[in-house]
Nanobody, 125 residues
Framework: QVQLVESGGGLVQAGGSLRLSCAVS????????MGWFRQAPGKEREFVTG?????????YYADSVKGRFTISRDNDKNTVYLQMNSLKLEDTAVYYC?????????????????WGQGTQVTVSS
């Protein structure tokens, strides 16, 4: 049984930082791309960032988070991370990690096989 467990969400003031983690079990971790998505109330789930499989040599970011968020992976720990800096009010959402079906990063939710339960990130003024 594949499980993705996110942690690290919470309440932070605008301009602050948070680091999300997503631990994967039940599946070989390293070959597959990993992604972070988010969903704000009343909005569709959207791609935030992704990292390629194996060494994670390529990363991709939505324009809205470029320069502020950083994705990374530790294959020894079967974990992907999302470092979020300079947080804005509009970053408030439930954040989900997702495991891809190939080493290639995709931006569509349908390209991901497995999902975590989500972790709430709330940015206050």
């Amino acid at each position: 049984q594949v499980q993705l467990v996110e942690s690290g969400g919470g309440l932070v003031q605008a301009g602050g930082s948070l680091r999300l983690s997503c631990a994967v079990s039940g599946r070989t971790f390293s070959p597959y791309a990993m992604g972070w998505f988010r969903q704000a109330p009343g909005k569709e789930r959207e791609f935030v960032t992704g990292i390629t499989g194996w060494s994670g040599g390529y990363t991709y970011y939505a324009d809205s988070v470029k320069g502020r968020f950083t994705i990374s992976r530790d294959n020894d720990k079967n974990t992907v991370y999302l470092q979020m800096n300079s947080l804005k009010l509009e970053d408030t959402a439930v954040y989900y990690c997702a495991a891809g079906a190939t080493p290639v990063v995709r931006t569509a939710t349908t390209e991901y096989d497995y999902w975590g339960q989500g972790t709430q990130v709330t940015v206050s003024s």
